[in-house]
């Protein structure tokens, strides 16, 4: 049909003339003299008022940004929901055990607490040599490092002469498990990157090395430990090193860094 004003060409059943935007209210395809009378009847208004803004660019723009915008509040919660499963996920069992044994009580208040039962001697005899302790509890999943099988993890408590648990440190062996010497930092490692002060995720973003023991004291501090190995330009040796950085549990800071070499003469896994 033609628009009765400006006479263009417009689609059958339109509200408005998309070219002059005169108003086809009763008219149909045979011209202005075919002028039908509406009825004065609100619902209908409103039934055409929706019928054109509904179909007008504007509005058709605004309904594609705010289809666009569902869309990415969707994708970042997918996101964020992922986040948060993998960071619930990459804790072990061990770890969270380890952040809820309450130091300074007696192993049997200890296992009702953490809902643990430790036992005083570990399937694997070799987890003795690695550290001394008087109760652990281990992964039921075993690995394998250099031909020794050892748990996935370990959470080792010991205690003073009166039987108060007074220190547990948590073992994370599958760190090592592509190479016992650590990750390979052949240009050697800045402790300068440690900065008093710091925080936990601050530290390991500038560390950017997975910790291979949690050690938590009856003084309020947690030392975590993380290994690394560089290559001697001069005479070819590849020398393992323990960094320890060491953390007040009150504010969470870092109080202390340092690094010791790990004695290839000494026990494989050894921190000490």
């Not at 370990?154 to 039987?163: F, I, P, T």
């Not at 050697?188 to 997975?210: R, W």
Request: charged content about 25%; hydrophobic content about 35%.
């Amino acid at each position: 049909m033609k628009c009765p004003k400006c006479k263009e060409e417009i689609e059958n059943e339109v509200a408005f003339c998309g070219i002059c935007g005169f108003k086809i209210h009763g008219y149909t395809d045979e011209g202005e003299n075919d002028f039908v009378q509406p009825q004065n009847n609100k619902k209908n208004r409103i039934k055409e008022f929706f019928s054109h803004t509904e179909n007008s660019p504007g509005v058709l723009k605004r309904n594609k940004k705010l289809k666009f915008a569902g869309i990415s509040i969707f994708i970042l919660i997918i996101v964020m929901l992922t986040v948060y499963f993998l960071s619930v996920v990459s804790v072990t069992e061990g770890e969270r055990v380890l952040k809820d044994i309450p130091l300074g009580r007696n192993i049997e208040y200890i296992s009702k607490e953490t809902g643990v039962d430790f036992i005083p001697v570990s399937e694997y005899s070799y987890l003795g040599e690695i550290n001394r302790y008087n109760y652990i509890f281990e992964s039921k999943k075993n690995i394998k490092i250099e031909g020794i099988n050892l748990p996935e993890w370990a959470v080792m408590l010991s205690y003073d002469s009166g039987g108060i648990i007074n220190l547990a440190a948590y073992y994370d062996f599958t760190v090592l498990i592509r190479d016992w010497k650590g990750v390979k930092k052949d240009a050697g490692f800045d402790e300068s990157v440690i900065l008093y002060g710091m925080n936990l995720k601050e530290t390991e973003k500038a560390i950017n090395i997975p910790p291979y023991t949690i050690i938590m004291g009856i003084d309020n501090q947690s030392t975590y430990v993380y290994r690394y190995n560089k290559t001697d330009s001069l005479s070819g040796n590849t020398n393992v090193f323990n960094l320890y950085v060491v953390f007040d549990d009150v504010s969470g800071e870092v109080t202390d860094a340092y690094s010791n070499a790990v004695d290839f003469g000494r026990v494989l896994l050894n921190i000490n």
